[in-house]
């Protein structure tokens, strides 16, 4: 049965999501004379499990739709500045790698809350809290979503997914399955009182134990880190692993953490989230819809960092959208442009973390082979990542 609307419910573009890319989103299909509503299951603010990192690309990002917008964020109290990565594998002396673009640390919490301010002041956005969309359906040339249980509504000529992991938008209108082998589980926690931090750099461990995965330590403006373990879906299962065990054991077999870890506090429960490798490509696209973030499974198989290209898949996307209403076309074929082009961005980069992702899987000598390489001064004077 298809449900009604009314003319207050129809939107030219709906967002379900409002994480970065449904705000990245918003914020780029501003000022364009489109009718734009956004959908969150939840009220802001609320919290995101993840490691809180804010890389490069997502600044970037942020800087090409507004550079006002860009300095006030920046410019944000709770914005912790990383200018370097300490990486730990195995048993070698530390690899220090300098970073060239501005990257920050920012609680999920706090920096989503800040975008979806940013879109209530300047994208002019209508937007709902404490929705959670659980039908989808088409009427004619255009997208029925809503909630059965109070019987809200809500009818778009174009739908974007940014409803994350476990995309609702994506479960209906397309025929992608979840793969163990492109999905990564982390567990995340708050400490405070660890010693030896070092405000502007993050930390990352790897040992032959816990590999393929790796331990973090990010640091953040409030004198807390945040840090967790990640490792592919696959081998979790495979090996039977307890993340949540894996944290405190990844701490406590590690001489160096155990002493700076000794005096310090969690703050709040160790929780887990999942992470959508980008190491495969599913369908992101349709008529009248394209998904975007993680509901269109964008996360760097190596890094585990999402917020990037999801920021920028929310860009490309909202560029798409106002393409497609000027040509009166939302069509699959014509909504494939925001795919090829996200895919012309990231598509090389997303390969060659999947190589790296495989042979690391695979080979288990390959983290010795890295600690070894990297120890090469040379090597070492050349080591930066660009994001």
């Not at 393929?212 to 490792?231: C, H």
Request: with cysteine; glycine share 8%; aromatic share 10%.
């Amino acid at each position: 049965m298809t449900q009604t609307t009314t003319s207050s419910d129809i939107y030219d573009v709906l967002i379900v999501g409002a994480g970065p890319a449904g705000a990245t989103c918003a914020l780029r299909l501003a000022n364009n004379g489109l009718r734009v509503g956004v959908i969150d299951k939840s009220f802001f603010p609320r919290d995101k499990i993840c490691g809180d990192g804010i890389p490069g690309r997502a600044i970037s990002v942020i800087r090409s739709i507004s550079k006002s917008i860009a300095q006030e964020l920046e410019q944000y109290s709770k914005m912790n500045y990383i200018a370097r990565t300490g990486f730990f594998i195995n048993q070698y002396p530390e690899i220090e790698v300098n970073w060239k673009n501005d990257a920050y640390t920012c609680p999920r919490l706090i920096f989503d809350n800040k975008l979806v301010e940013f879109v209530k002041r300047d994208a002019k956005a209508k937007i709902f809290e404490g929705v959670k969309i659980d039908s989808i359906e088409r009427k004619g040339e255009n997208i029925i979503v809503g909630n059965k249980k109070n019987g809200q509504y809500f009818e778009t000529r174009l739908l974007i997914g940014a409803d994350g992991a476990q995309s609702v938008v994506s479960r209906y209108l397309t025929n992608n399955k979840m793969s163990r082998e492109d999905y990564c589980v982390a567990v995340r926690a708050y400490f405070e009182n660890v010693e030896g931090i070092e405000s502007d750099k993050t930390e990352v461990y790897m040992s032959k134990k816990h590999f393929p995965g790796y331990f973090w330590i990010f640091p953040l403006s409030d004198g807390k880190v945040n840090a967790g373990f990640g490792m592919l879906s696959s081998v979790i299962s495979k090996n039977q692993v307890n993340l949540k065990n894996a944290l405190h054991e990844f701490i406590d077999e590690s001489p160096v953490l155990t002493k700076r870890f000794i005096n310090s506090n969690q703050v709040g429960e160790t929780e887990s989230y999942g992470l959508p490798f980008g190491s495969r490509r599913i369908e992101i696209v349709g008529d009248n819809f394209m998904n975007i973030g993680d509901a269109a499974s964008l996360i760097d198989p190596v890094s585990g960092d999402g917020i990037g290209n999801a920021m920028l898949s929310g860009k490309l996307a909202a560029e798409t959208a106002i393409e497609s209403f000027q040509e009166n076309n939302f069509k699959s074929s014509f909504l494939a442009g925001y795919e090829e082009q996200l895919y012309s961005r990231i598509g090389k980069e997303l390969k060659r973390r999947t190589r790296a992702l495989r042979i690391g899987t695979k080979y288990p000598l390959a983290l010795d082979i890295a600690g070894q390489t990297f120890q090469i001064p040379l090597i070492k004077k050349i080591a930066h990542w660009a994001l």
